[in-house]
């Protein structure tokens, strides 16, 4: 069965410190790995990785996958305490449609001033 | 853009009430998906459409729940009757269908069955 292991499940972090978050993975047939970022409502998109070892970045933050120990991880540098909020790792199951996805349970961070 | 629009925002409703969540997907996408999140099983896909047509509906808890796409602009997720276990943020996404689009999620409906 496909499914998606996020860690931590919380962190508590100060301004300018730089996180990484972690994504585990099992699927049977990959076609992409997401990110989004959720605060008080809609997730919202951050990355979509298919490759790996290929750096996906915006802005302090940025995301890599290794599919062969299947994982990705998050990092977020200088952090702010806009950048407080529920990380969300995603993917599609069984090579279906991006919408059609498998959440992880998230890592809520807390960047505190 | 207006972007995925929900209604209402909050329901607060008693058990055996019939509950109905609505929503306007961005013009133009063609794939519509209804999420629920909760504390304990995280988001949870509950149906799909592709072109207003029901593709998965696996998630759909029990026959309480149904989902109804008349046109590319509108759907709405009905829960008849509801129960207090039914309580969770709901939420409504669409996007392309294609491989390289991700969803736009609506911020969502809070609903609290008593």
């Known amino acids: 069965e496909d499914k998606v292991v996020q860690s931590p499940l919380s962190l508590v972090v100060h301004e300018g410190d730089t996180v990484t978050l972690n994504c585990s993975y099992e699927v049977t047939n990959f076609r992409s790995l997401l990110w989004y970022k959720q605060e008080k409502k809609a997730p919202t998109f951050l990355f979509m990785l298919t490759s790996s070892g290929i750096e996906k970045k915006s802005g302090r933050l940025s995301s890599i996958l290794d599919k062969k120990e299947l994982f990705s991880i998050l990092n977020i540098t200088a952090t702010q305490t806009g950048d407080s909020a529920i990380y969300l790792c995603a993917h599609p199951p069984g090579g279906g449609s991006q919408g059609n996805l498998i959440f992880g349970k998230g890592t809520k961070l807390s960047v505190k001033p | 853009d207006a972007g995925v629009i929900q209604s209402p925002r909050h329901e607060v409703t008693e058990m055996g009430q019939e509950v109905t969540l609505r929503c306007k997907p961005i013009s133009g996408h063609n794939s519509l998906f209804w999420y629920r999140q909760t504390m304990m099983r995280g988001l949870e896909l509950l149906i799909y459409?592709?072109?207003?047509?029901?593709?998965?509906d696996s998630g759909m808890p029990e026959d309480r729940f149904s989902a109804k796409m008349p046109n590319a602009s509108f759907s709405t997720l009905k829960i008849q009757p509801s129960e207090p276990r039914d309580s969770a943020v709901y939420f409504c996404?669409?996007?392309?269908?294609?491989?390289?689009?991700?969803?736009?999620f609506g911020n969502g409906t809070r609903l609290t069955v008593t």
């Open positions: 459409f592709n072109n207003n047509v029901p593709i998965d």
């Open positions: 996404a669409s996007s392309l269908m294609s491989f390289n689009s991700p969803l736009h």
